[in-house]
């Protein structure tokens, strides 16, 4: 049997910047290597319910042949149909988050499952509750960190403020991988992981592209998910 790998927290220096794309990935990487991971999003905003067109949850279980047909709310902890933070996304219907539902879930689905494949709300200091981050469920559930950055303009702020608010508890990203759908000049990728690199000491994983098709992504593309996983087995 391969040695268990635990629980992955994909979470991201901003909405939108390729979070559920590298999910996907991450997903389809570890069933060719015949594992049995499982994607989870706790907290899913923007969308009527995890079956929505919009949830993230739907995207994944598309895209994935073995997940298809199956209901994807078993992915998802909480729901609300309002695109904001999910602490005031829940107000709007009258509801809270009780972010210790959140480990229960995921404690669960890793007795049978490895690896848990969680994927964050919007960005680290997105609120979840009156006194609560997203990056506060992050410690409770133990899981290592992967950082999803956009490769263009505007990243080395975004993804160095990141790393820091992850360090300041006690939190060491495992590995930084940047998404890159708008074909940002090459040289610009290229000094922005530079400067990631030099000012946070995390190496870049690499740089995942636009996928044309997301059943079938560029094996380029799953490359970068080699190197975390040869990294955390070097640790």
Do not use: W
Request: aromatic share 8%; with cysteine; charged share 25%.
């Amino acid at each position: 049997m391969p040695e268990k790998i635990g629980s992955i927290y994909v979470v991201g220096t901003d909405t939108g910047v390729g979070k559920t794309v590298l999910s996907l990935l991450l997903v389809q990487f570890f069933l060719a290597q015949g594992r049995r991971p499982f994607y989870l999003k706790p907290l899913q905003t923007g969308c009527r319910d995890a079956r929505d067109e919009a949830s993230d949850a739907a995207f994944v279980y598309r895209h994935v042949a073995s997940l298809r047909g199956r209901d994807p709310a078993e992915a998802v902890v909480y729901c609300f149909r309002n695109p904001k933070a999910p602490f005031f996304a829940a107000r709007d219907e009258g509801r809270e988050i009780d972010l210790a539902r959140v480990p229960a879930v995921a404690a669960e689905k890793s007795r049978f499952h490895d690896p848990l494949i969680l994927e964050a709300a919007g960005g680290l200091l997105v609120p979840v509750g009156p006194e609560a981050l997203m990056v506060d469920t992050i410690g409770r559930i133990g899981a290592r960190v992967v950082l999803a950055a956009r490769a263009g303009l505007g990243t080395i702020n975004h993804t160095l403020l990141s790393v820091e608010a992850l360090r300041a508890r006690y939190l060491e990203p495992a590995g930084i991988v940047f998404l890159d759908a708008a074909g940002t000049a090459p040289d610009l990728i290229a000094e922005n992981m530079a400067a990631v690199e030099r000012y946070s000491g995390i190496r870049v994983a690499g740089v995942i592209g636009r996928i044309p098709d997301f059943d079938h992504p560029p094996a380029e593309f799953f490359r970068p998910l080699e190197f975390l996983l040869k990294k955390e087995e070097q640790m």
